[in-house]
C-alpha cells in the first residue's frame, strides 16, 4: 500500500483547504483511514479518522471545521478544512495502518 497525501499549501485565517489521500494497492475501503498533523516542535496528533462505515470521529480542536471522507472508487480519502486557524498549521499526514502518506504542509497566515 502507497499512501500519496497533496492538497497542502498557504491560506489565509478563515480559509479553506481540502487535503487528498490517494491509497495504491487495496484495502482503502475496508480500512480505518486517519488524518494526523505534526507542527513544529509538537508531537504528531491525530486530527480525524474515518472508518470502513463511513462513522468518523475528530479531535476536539477541530470539530465542526474539518470533514473527513472517502470516495471508494477513486481509493481517496478527503479532509476538507474550513474557518483555519494559525494553529492548524502543520505537516498533515494520512495513514492506513502501518502505512503512512509522506505529508503535505498546511501554513495558515496572514
Known amino acids: 500500500v502507497q499512501l500519496q497525501a497533496s492538497g497542502g499549501g498557504l491560506v489565509q485565517p478563515g480559509g479553506s483547504l481540502r487535503l487528498s489521500c490517494a491509497a495504491s494497492?487495496?484495502?482503502?475501503?475496508?480500512?480505518?483511514i486517519d488524518w494526523y498533523r505534526q507542527a513544529p516542535g509538537k508531537q504528531r496528533e491525530l486530527v480525524a479518522r474515518i472508518f470502513s462505515g463511513g462513522s468518523t470521529n475528530y479531535a476536539d480542536s477541530v470539530k465542526g471545521r474539518f470533514t473527513i471522507s472517502r470516495d471508494n472508487a477513486k481509493s481517496t480519502v478527503y479532509l476538507q478544512m474550513n474557518s483555519l486557524k494559525p494553529e492548524d498549521t502543520a505537516t498533515y499526514y494520512c495513514?492506513?495502518?502501518?502505512?503512512w502518506g509522506q505529508g503535505t504542509l498546511v501554513t495558515v497566515s496572514s
Open positions: 495513514r492506513l495502518g502501518p502505512y
Open positions: 494497492g487495496s484495502g482503502l475501503s475496508r480500512n480505518v
